[in-house]
């Protein structure tokens, strides 16, 4: 843990697709990206960084209203600064709104209609990626060193932080406490629900194929050992 690096966390979260009202789709309004990008008193898996393993937890008080209203947040993905997809300036400004509640941080953000944007909602649709990272600075912390399961560990509680920089869509979840969907919440048309349906069924399809194609290169890797053995 070191207060002049930035620290980023992944949550698995509830992220959601929503598409746009009708009226707003003929603008050009591609919908709607929402989910958690941080969970409070929840304790993380454990971490990996900078040469320590630790676990940690994110007090309620570290990230205020307050503290975020003060904030230029991006939004990108796979933490690549030149693929933003959205931006809340201060809290007032910008394609993306964030609040909180006690249990976290929430972020929305409305999708641009561009190459980034229509790559992030397909996505997020497809269920691909299914966590929400957040990058940050640590200010204020405690470190307490226990015995888990029988083994050593440290858990880092997180009292304040010094600034966010981004959000970011991603994969790899180090809180895994919170689920994923996503879901559509207007009611759809024959023809919408018929494309749904074909899409839900190609991943499944898809999911089938990967499968095969893993059973297939075990019992190749098998037949090799076999060979390498005999």
């Known amino acids: 843990m070191n207060g002049k690096k930035?620290?980023?966390?992944?949550v698995m979260c509830g992220m959601a697709f929503r598409e746009a009202d009708p009226a707003a789709a003929e603008k050009g309004n591609?919908?709607?990206i929402s989910g958690t990008a941080i969970v409070f008193d929840?304790?993380?898996r454990v971490i990996d960084e900078y040469g320590e393993t630790f676990r940690e937890v994110i007090l309620p008080e570290a990230v205020t209203m307050e503290f975020l209203n003060s904030q230029d947040i991006k939004l990108n993905l796979l933490h690549?600064?030149?693929?933003?997809?959205?931006?809340?300036?201060?809290?007032a400004d910008g394609n993306m709104r964030i609040t909180r509640d006690e249990k976290g941080v929430y972020f929305e953000v409305d999708v641009v209609n561009c190459d980034l944007g229509i790559r992030a909602r397909e996505l997020v649709k497809a269920g691909v990626f299914t966590g929400c990272s957040f990058e940050f600075w640590p200010e204020e912390y405690d470190v307490e060193e226990r015995e888990l399961n029988g083994k050593h560990d440290v858990k880092v509680i997180h009292k304040k932080l010094r600034s966010i920089g981004a959000f970011t869509l991603a994969m790899d979840p180090a809180y895994i406490q919170t689920d994923c969907s996503v879901r559509e919440l207007h009611e759809l048309t024959p023809e919408a629900k018929a494309e749904k349906d074909r899409q839900e069924r190609e991943?499944?399809?898809?999911e089938q194929r990967a499968l095969?194609?893993?059973?297939v290169r075990k019992r190749?890797?098998?037949?090799?050992r076999m060979r390498i053995l005999n």
């Open 212 to 215: 095969e194609a893993a059973a």
């Open 80 to 91: 690549n600064r030149d693929n933003v997809i959205g931006r809340c300036i201060n809290g």
């Open 6 to 10: 930035i620290e980023i966390r992944t």
């Open 203 to 206: 991943k499944r399809e898809a």
């Open 42 to 44: 929840t304790e993380s």
């Open 220 to 224: 190749e890797l098998q037949l090799l």
């Open 30 to 32: 591609l919908g709607t």
